[in-house]
Every structure is written in C-alpha cells, then in structure tokens.
C-alpha cells in the first residue's frame, strides 16, 4: 500500500501513532515503527533534555523511522523544536497550535513537518508556509480537540491544500482506515488504540478503563474557556463541568486538571486523573502488540479496499 506519506516517511503501512502526552514514550513509538507504521514521541511538555533522552532511547530500540511530536502549548517547545534538529529527526508532528515561527528551522534541516490542523484555514496556511503534509484531526480524538468532525474536516482539508493529509479522530480499526482513505487521505493517525497496546507503559487501570468504555463515555472538559479536552467522563470531569457550568474561570480550573494526566497514566487514578482518549474508545475491546494491531487493521482495510 503506497501512498505519498508511506514514501516520505519511509515506512510500509499507511498508520501513524498520535503523539499522545505521557503515553506516547520511547517503547510505544519504537514499537509502533518496528510494525511497520510510524511511531512517534510525544514532547507534550517535557523539558528538552527530557525528550532528547526519549529519543536516544528509541534509537536503541529501533532502527526504522520515527518521529517526534512538538505539542506547542508547551512552555518547553522553543527547546523541544531544537532538540529534533540537534539529535537529527526526519519527521516532526505539532500539535495545539500554529507552528510558523519554527518553521524555517526545521525546513533548513532537511525536516518534513507535518502540522496538526483542525480547521482548512489553518491547514491553507500551513501549506503556504512550507508544511510538507497535514494531519486533519476531528473532534472525535482525544486531548485538546478542535470542532469540526473527521468526516467533514478531511475532505474540506483534502478539497483545500496540494499536500498530502493524514485523517486522525475517530480512527481505530480497519473500516476506520478504509473510511479515511475514502475521504481522499493518505494515511492515518491513531491514538486511542495505541494506549491500550502491550508495548504501551500505560497503567493497567487506564488500558482498562478505556477497555471498558462504551460509546458515550466521553466528555470534553474546557469549552467554556477554549480549552477543550476530550476525556473519559469520571468524578474529575463531572467536578469540572459543574464548576465551568457556575461560571468559573480557567484559571479557577486549572488546579483540577494540572498533573491529572501524569497520576491517570503513571498511577492509574482514573478517577480523579484526566484520563484523555478518543470517542472511539468504545469500540476498543482488547489489549494487543502493536505488530498484532497493525496487521489486524491492515487486513481488514485491504479487504475492504480491494488492496493487495
Ligand atoms: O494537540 C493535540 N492534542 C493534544 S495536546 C495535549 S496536551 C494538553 N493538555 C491539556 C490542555 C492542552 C494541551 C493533549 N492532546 N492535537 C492536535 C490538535 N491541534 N488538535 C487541535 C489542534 C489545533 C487547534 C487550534 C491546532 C491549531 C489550532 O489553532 C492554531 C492557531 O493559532 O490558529
């Protein structure tokens, strides 16, 4: 299955793993690689040194391409975006904002950069400036999403740039892949399925938890505010919306969600931790390797593509 990403990123299979927060570390990405799709580090808000180390570790557990995600809300992603050049990645994914201003540096690097959009305005000017190919994230993802659909996003960001686009929400088997590629993409981002991956470090509680949940489990924390993040409803999110519901104020929130992820992913507390994942939650039913996932989904959307 060649496509213009498989090309440019090296790789066999048309399946990117999301750079996720805490989850997506050395051995999720290397894992991810090793199967044949591109894995990712998350940079989320680590420090430099901290994703440097990240990366070296996944060198050593992998020879094959991987990327790094560069999550721009981050007060470290001035030294996050020069780390990716000094250590001599290929490929660099952002995510929760406009990435212009890093834009020249990583070009002259040799880097292709692959902005996280959720909107055609942005992913218009992302091409403009230099952007070698897009993601187009829907709102069903996990996180910090933005509104528009997958099933309306994609097309429109596909209809509006010459580069090519990646689908990401909402994804999480072969029908999901296939439904993308439908829709004019040319690979696919997935994150929630990757969380609950045997390689993945996650806590067991929170593999489960998302296991577990069915379709309407999820609920967007921060609307209010323009800080939507979409988690798995639980005595935090319930908290926080009848707090944004009185009016409180994001900073009055903040304190509810700082360091949540951290005690859901690391500690497993998914009850007062922010235990963020995708809608698509629901349809997850099993903890796998990554190889077994890859090829499962593969299977399925060549069946369905008449790909072989
Ligand atoms: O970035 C993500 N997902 C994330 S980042 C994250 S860490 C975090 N946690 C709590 C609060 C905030 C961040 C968890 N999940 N996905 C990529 C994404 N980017 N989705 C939406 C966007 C986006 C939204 C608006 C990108 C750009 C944008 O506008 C930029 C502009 O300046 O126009």
């Not at 829907?138 to 999403?145: A, K, L, Q, R």
């Not at 209010?224 to 994001?250: A, D, I, W």
């Not at 997850?284 to 369905?304: D, F, G, P, W, Y």
Request: aromatic share 4%.
């Amino acid at each position: 299955m060649k496509t213009r990403i498989t090309e440019m990123l090296g790789i066999e299979y048309p399946i990117i793993q999301g750079g996720m927060a805490w989850v997506a570390e050395h051995n999720l990405a290397a894992a991810v690689s090793e199967a044949g799709g591109f894995g990712l580090i998350g940079g989320a808000n680590a420090p430099g040194e901290v994703v440097r180390a990240e990366i070296r570790k996944a060198k050593e557990l992998t020879d094959k391409p991987f990327g790094v995600n560069v999550m721009l809300l981050s007060p470290h992603a001035d030294d996050v975006a020069k780390v990716v050049v000094e250590e001599g990645i290929k490929v660099v994914t952002t995510g929760a904002g406009n990435p212009e201003k890093y834009m020249d540096m990583w070009k002259s690097a040799g880097i292709k950069v692959i902005p996280v959009v959720a909107s055609v305005a942005l992913a218009r000017r992302m091409e403009k400036y230099g952007a070698d190919a897009l993601v187009a994230e829907g709102t069903e993802s996990g996180g910090h999403i933005g509104e528009q659909t997958t099933m309306t996003l994609v097309p429109q960001v596909v209809d509006a740039v010459s580069i090519p686009v990646i689908a990401a929400g909402g994804i999480g088997d072969g029908r999901g892949i296939a439904a993308a590629f439908m829709l004019g993409a040319e690979a696919v981002q997935m994150g929630t399925r990757f969380v609950v991956a045997k390689e993945s470090i996650v806590h067991a509680n929170y593999k489960q938890r998302v296991i577990k949940a069915k379709d309407i489990d999820s609920a967007v924390t921060g609307r209010s505010h323009g800080h939507p993040v979409r988690c798995l409803r639980n005595q935090m999110t319930r908290e926080y919306v009848k707090l944004e519901q009185e009016g409180k104020s994001f900073e009055e929130l903040e304190y509810l969600t700082l360091g949540t992820l951290r005690t859901a992913v690391m500690e497993g507390d998914v009850t007062n931790g922010t235990v963020m994942a995708g809608q698509i939650a629901g349809m997850i039913s099993k903890e796998q390797t990554c190889k077994e996932m890859i090829e499962e989904m593969m299977a399925q959307a060549s069946e369905l593509m008449h790909w072989s």
